[in-house]
């Protein structure tokens, strides 16, 4: 379900409520709000869609490396040290593709990023 409560005077929207909307939730903003519902709200599985298709076929152990050295704020220096001492060189290598992930390598990353070793081979 979709709930987008809008000001009464501009009609703007203020916010949307997005899932399962409790029927005291829902009264109160009727309420005090003009509010549209849109109970026909498609789900879409991401996996499924062409675009991560597309997406997944550009990604390589590089593209993996740096993404997930990102969402976790970590430097190339920060991650080499946590790798064992490698170097900001040896990441920024790796994350270019001009540097190969060995096996062990992959294991190591797994571990620092919780994820499966097959992301970086």
Do not use: C
């Not at 005291?24 to 599985?45: G, M, P, Q, S």
């Not at 540097?99 to 062990?104: C, L, T």
Request: glycine letters at 8%; proline letters at 2%.
């Amino acid at each position: 379900m979709l709930a987008v409560v809008k000001k009464p005077l501009t009609k703007k929207t203020a916010f949307e409520i997005r899932g399962e909307i409790p029927d005291n939730v829902l009264a109160f903003l009727r309420k005090e709000f003009t509010v549209e519902i849109d109970d026909d709200e498609e789900y879409v599985d991401l996996m499924e869609t062409d675009w991560y298709g597309e997406t997944k076929a550009t990604m390589t152990p590089g593209k993996y490396i740096r993404i997930y050295r990102e969402n976790k704020g970590y430097s190339q220096a920060k991650l080499g040290e946590m790798l064992g001492g490698l170097t900001r060189q040896n990441i920024s290598g790796m994350e270019n593709g001009h540097r190969g992930v060995s096996k062990e390598m992959a294991k190591k990353l797994a571990k620092v990023f919780q994820v499966s070793a097959d992301r970086f081979i």
